[in-house]
Each structure stands twice: as C-alpha cells, then as structure tokens.
T-cell receptor
Framework: GESVGLHLPTLSVQEGDNSIINCAYS??????FIWYKQESGKGPQFIID?????DKRQGQRVTVLLNKTVKHLSLQIAATQPGDSAVYFC???????????FGQGTRLTINP | NAGVMQNPRHLVRRRGQEARLRCSPM?????VYWYRQLPEEGLKFMVY????????ESGMPKERFSAEFPKEGPSILRIQQVVRGDSAAYFC???????????????FGQGTRLTVV
C-alpha cells in the first residue's frame, strides 16, 4: 500500500504486507531527516534517520528514501506487524538547529 | 537509565487557571526542548533550553507562556490564565548535545495532555 496527502492520511495494510509512507518536506535547505513512530497516548519514538548526502538508508525492516529534487521522503516498512500500527511522522532539520519541523503524519493501521 | 519523565500525564484546568508541566531529562542530558501537539497534527517547536538558559523561544506564544530549566530540578513549562485553545499534548525531549543531527540519543517523553474546561 502507498499513501500520499496533506491531512493526516490513513493507510490500511494487511499484516505481512509492505507499507510505504510518504512525506513532503518544506525546506530545500534541510539536511537531516528523521522518521518517528507515535503510538496512541505516547511520545514520538525514533525509527530511522537520513542525511541529505544519502538517498537511501536501511534499518531493521525499515528503509528510508530521500529525493531532494522533489523534497520527498518515504518510509518503507517490510512485512508489517500489528505492533506497527501507529502514526508516523517525518521531521526535518537544518544544520542541527534546535528545531525539528514535523510533518502532519500518516496513520498506519494493520489488518489481521 | 530512566527515560524522559513528564508529569503529570494528564492535567485538567479551568479557564483562567495556571498550568505547570514538568520535564525531567534523561541522566546526563543538559538540553531540553518543548513541543506542542494539537489533535491530528504534528509536533510544533516551542522552546529550547539549556541549564539556566533559554536558547531559543521562537515558538513560544508571546503572552502567558514561559519556560525554565533551573540548575537543579526539572524543566517547567508554565501557562498562565489558560484558555480552551491551550488544550493539547505537550512533549519535551532531552539530548546530550545541542544538535539533533549528531546524536540519535535525543528522546521524547510521554507527554502531558492538558485539557482546559
């Protein structure tokens, strides 16, 4: 499944399928990006990060892709599990500055 | 090593009262950030503090909001004369470094959910 959108889009996938969550960031000068997972009632949890000198980075079951030309990030989650159900946010940062600028988020729901 | 501790987890205040939100950073972390999250939205930066210093408060509303991070004790976000629009989740994060891109050890707390009635 794949989601795009600007207003907290919702993505529903079957357990075991791959998920792709997209994010359009705002500042072409941003050079560091983070994906966070936020479960209901909890704080954001770091998933994976990527610097602007890379276009792909892989973690455990997750891959982040960065396309600087169109200011686009994606998070791919392989073999989704029920525990992956959450809201996912991308965040951008410029030269380590104090502010992280968060996108609006995508709600991922895993169907059994 | 306990994570970032925020209390209370839930806070209900009547309009016009004061709200005090506390954030105890992780051990060894001297950099604290406060963010606000409205329902169905991302987090918005409010303020960045180091011990006894406010470094960047560009995201703080000009009135009624203040923050401190004393030499001893937790960081406090204070909201005076609360209004319904202040209802939100308030998160703090702490870090051992001033830069987000150096350390992946910056962690967020579980947040305080403020409801103004």
């Amino acid at each position: 499944g794949e989601s795009v959108g600007l207003h907290l889009p919702t993505l529903s996938v079957q357990e075991g399928d791959n998920s792709i969550i997209n994010c359009a960031y705002s500042n072409s000068a941003s050079d560091y990006f983070i994906w966070y997972k936020q479960e209901s009632g909890k704080g954001p949890q770091f998933i994976i990060d990527i610097r602007s000198n890379m276009d792909k980075r892989q973690g455990q079951r997750v891959t982040v892709l960065l396309n600087k030309t169109v200011k686009h990030l994606s998070l791919q989650i392989a073999a989704t599990q029920p525990g992956d159900s959450a809201v996912y946010f991308c965040a951008e940062n410029y030269q380590g500055a104090q502010k992280l600028v968060f996108g609006q988020g995508t709600r991922l729901t895993i169907n059994p | 090593n306990a994570g970032v501790m925020q209390n209370p987890r839930h806070l209900v205040r009547r309009r016009g009262q004061e709200a005090r939100l506390r954030c105890s950073p992780m051990k060894g972390h001297s950099h604290v950030y406060w963010y606000r999250q409205l329902p169905e939205e991302g987090l918005k930066f409010m303020v960045y503090l180091q011990k006894e210093n406010i470094i960047d408060e560009s995201g703080m509303p000009k009135e009624r909001f203040s923050a401190e991070f004393p030499k001893e004790g937790p960081s406090i976000l204070r909201i005076q004369q609360v209004v319904r629009g202040d209802s939100a989740a308030y998160f703090c994060a702490s870090s051992p470094t001033p830069r987000w891109d150096i350390s992946t050890e910056a962690f967020f707390g579980q947040g305080t959910r403020l409801t103004v009635v």
